[in-house]
């Protein structure tokens, strides 16, 4: 049974079912959405685009604080693990969902598994890193996307037999959607030329939450975008807090700038894979522009995916306006890292996935 929730879980899903889908001859596999995204552009063109069955099993949870979030997706998931009785739940990421289901799922004495395991970024403010902490010390199967990940696990006293190192699922899908992105008409549609514009994310509560950051946010925007024009996806939590605020007009009034709805998987990849530059606080991203050569400036203290920034494109900028403003002339330059892809990010992973849990769960000879 695999779960997915938000966003980046349909994107870390939709490979690892195709792959699983080949081995019917073993495996039945049921998805459950829990609903933590439900708007159309959240959720359903995710599922067009990654060509992704639809769920088995619908939450229906919807946005809530985090402790009546993760309580309405246990109950709900209580009840499916108990009528289901699955024999191992697959859960990806760090959303709450994916924490939610896996203290159902452990409780019930069913076995976990967690992809994209080990990811740290010490910084425990962050809800992703509580759920990822969570996840992980109740797995037991813990596939991981890149070095770090072995190493914190271990450190954490998980033993090494439950670790498998398997590359990074998200990359699958990249790798997947670089053969169907020719479809796409973004650029047209936004009347935009390869590599003379950047794009940008932006969603983290500690970048989105408050005024005074939304406030630096909004510098950070108005310098780069004296530079190179720019492109803003914007997600539904930060539309909201832009509003609340009142800073929609004053974004929208930067001449430089253009802010639009959130894109559908296959367009957004083809805007990121043909800009010049990425600005964003998502962790995905930073995979994505690592492994499509993209440079990326990352607005955050830390990263839990360090492998991007020691191998990859990605520099951790903060929100330091001169850094930034530097970074931005050295790349229009062509006077940045060009990095190299972090080991096994080669689009195997799920199938790297799929094998370990045949050979383990259904291969296993009777002792
Ligand atoms: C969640 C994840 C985050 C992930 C991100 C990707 C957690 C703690 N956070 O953050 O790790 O990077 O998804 O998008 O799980 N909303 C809508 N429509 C939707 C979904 C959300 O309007 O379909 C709005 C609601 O106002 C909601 C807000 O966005 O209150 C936040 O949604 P939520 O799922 O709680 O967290 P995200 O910020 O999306």
Redesign the pocket.
């Known amino acids: 049974m695999f779960v997915a929730?938000?966003?980046?879980n349909f994107v870390k899903i939709a490979p690892l079912l195709r792959e699983f889908a080949k081995h019917r001859d073993v495996f039945k596999t049921s998805l459950v959405h829990t609903g933590?995204?439900?708007?159309f552009?959240?959720?359903g063109v995710f599922f067009q685009g990654l060509q992704i069955p639809a769920p088995n099993i619908h939450l229906n949870v919807?946005?809530?604080s985090?402790a009546v979030?993760t309580a309405r997706i246990m109950i709900a998931f209580e009840k499916v693990v108990t009528a289901e009785k699955p024999d191992l739940v697959v859960v990806v990421?760090?959303?709450?969902?994916?924490m939610a289901c896996a203290l159902v799922v452990t409780k019930l004495g069913v076995k976990l598994a967690h992809v994209e395991a080990g990811l740290r970024s010490f910084d425990r403010t962050m809800?992703?890193e509580i759920?990822r902490v969570v996840t992980d010390s109740l797995s037991d199967y813990l596939f991981v996307s890149e070095e770090s990940g072995l190493k914190n696990l271990r450190r954490e006293g998980v033993s090494s037999d439950k670790v498998h190192f398997v590359g990074n699922v998200m990359i699958d899908s990249l790798i997947w959607a670089g053969k169907h992105v020719g479809k796409s008409k973004v650029l047209d549609d936004l009347n935009l030329t390869e590599k003379e514009y950047g794009v940008v994310t932006l969603?983290?509560?500690a970048n989105v939450d408050s005024d005074r950051s939304l406030l630096e946010i909004y510098d950070i925007l108005r310098i780069v975008s004296e530079k190179i024009e720019l492109i803003y996806p914007v997600?539904?939590?930060t539309?909201?807090m832009l509003k609340k605020h009142g800073l929609i007009k004053k974004l929208t009034d930067l001449t430089n700038l253009r802010l639009t709805e959130p894109l559908g998987y296959l367009d957004f990849v083809k805007l990121m894979k043909e800009s010049r530059l990425v600005l964003t606080d998502?962790?995905?991203i930073q995979e994505e522009t690592t492994a499509l050569g993209v440079p990326c400036l990352t607005i955050r203290e830390n990263t839990e995916r360090p492998a991007t920034v020691k191998h990859g494109t990605n520099t951790l900028v903060g929100k330091d306006k001169q850094k930034i403003a530097r970074c931005v002339t050295n790349i229009l330059r062509e006077n940045f890292k060009q990095g190299k892809v972090p080991a096994l990010w080669d689009g195997t992973a799920s199938q790297r996935i799929a094998g370990i849990i045949r050979d383990q769960i259904v291969d296993r000879p009777v002792a």
């Open positions: 929730g938000a966003r980046p933590q995204h439900y708007d552009e959240m959720s919807g946005s809530h985090h979030q990421g760090d959303v709450n969902s994916t809800p992703e759920n969603h983290r509560p997600h539904p939590r539309r909201t998502s962790g995905g």
